[in-house]
């Protein structure tokens, strides 16, 4: 008996509307983003112009959309992103930045590790592959800053987000540990069922308000997919989100999930990790 549970802040599982994990990533970038540019804007007339983070996603670009979501007005940042499912165009996206240092003064940029070039290489590929014989990633933000510093003569800044989008349970969306919550119990109730093969995906219901419930998935039809950000989630210029995706992501880093604090941190719950004895007598082949 073989029961899913969806998890990953990737969101690139398809059938499911979202997966638990990326809701609080997307709250965590979109804060993170949102106060780097004001730190930026404070010292942009004297000093630093340009600032990149550089986000997790190997092929899908929703953590970088999820950046997008710092930016509730005209000019708010960030005013540039850079999603892997768009071909990265080196003069489009000087005159992008251009474009926005002479207008607000500073650009801001959400940036996806897995930005690839016209030749579909990864700009940001170290020649080193991991054990599933995947290229390794890491270290693009400094790629692209360097280049707008050369082109464009603009003093930049860069940040990798790395493990910490992946932690930061300190400012944890509501929403999606309610949903995390939900997927595991029903995952539960599945094996209890006797049900094989299976996951529990979320199905939206309505954008406002906000309603889902719980459904079955089979696993054939997760296994082996990957869900990227749908052509209609992004700007006609290909560097930012449409109305249409901010409606999407906007539910799920609603509300707050704080941790308890002990002596002014998080006191997180820390797990013994100890081994279930083996109940299976015979050998079973996939």
């Known amino acids: 008996m073989c029961v899913g549970i969806p998890k990953t802040v990737d969101n690139d599982l398809p059938i499911t509307d979202c997966s638990p994990g990326f809701g609080s990533v ?26 990149a983070l550089e986000v997790m996603g190997r092929h899908a670009g929703w953590m970088t959309a999820g950046c997008a979501l710092a930016a509730e007005e005209e000019g708010g940042a960030p005013h540039v992103l850079l999603l892997p499912e768009i071909a990265f165009d080196e003069g489009r996206f000087l005159a992008k930045v251009q474009q926005a240092v002479e207008r ?29 014989g995947h290229v390794q ?3 693009v933000a400094p790629v692209i800053t360097n280049l707008v510093g050369a082109k464009l003569g603009y003093k930049c800044h860069w940040a ?7 932690s930061a349970r300190h400012i944890a969306s509501e929403t999606d540990v309610q949903q995390a919550y939900a997927v595991g119990r029903a995952a539960v109730e599945f094996a209890i069922a006797g049900r094989n093969a299976v996951m529990p995906a979320i199905r939206r219901l309505s954008d406002s308000p906000y309603r889902w419930d719980i459904i079955e998935a089979p696993l054939s039809a997760v296994a082996n997919q990957e ?5 209609e989630f992004i700007s006609a210029d290909g560097f930012g989100i449409t109305a249409p995706a901010r409606r999407y992501l906007a539910p799920l880093i609603v509300g707050e999930a704080y941790p308890p604090f002990k002596n002014g941190l998080p006191d997180y719950v820390r797990l013994q990790n100890m081994s279930a004895p083996k109940k299976l007598t015979r050998e079973f082949s996939v």
């Not at 869900?227 to 052509?231: D, E, I, S, V």
């Open 26 to 51: 997307a709250k965590y970038l979109a804060t993170c983003i949102r106060e780097a540019a004001f730190d930026l804007s404070s010292m942009s007339r004297t000093s630093t112009k340009v600032f």
């Open 104 to 132: 607000y003064g500073h650009c801001v940029i959400a940036v996806s590790e897995g930005i690839k070039g016209p030749d579909g290489e990864f700009l940001s590929a170290s020649g080193s592959k991991d054990a599933f």
């Open 137 to 139: 990633l890491g270290g």
């Open 160 to 166: 990798v987000a790395d493990y910490l989008q992946r």
């Open 227 to 231: 869900k990227r950000l749908p052509p």
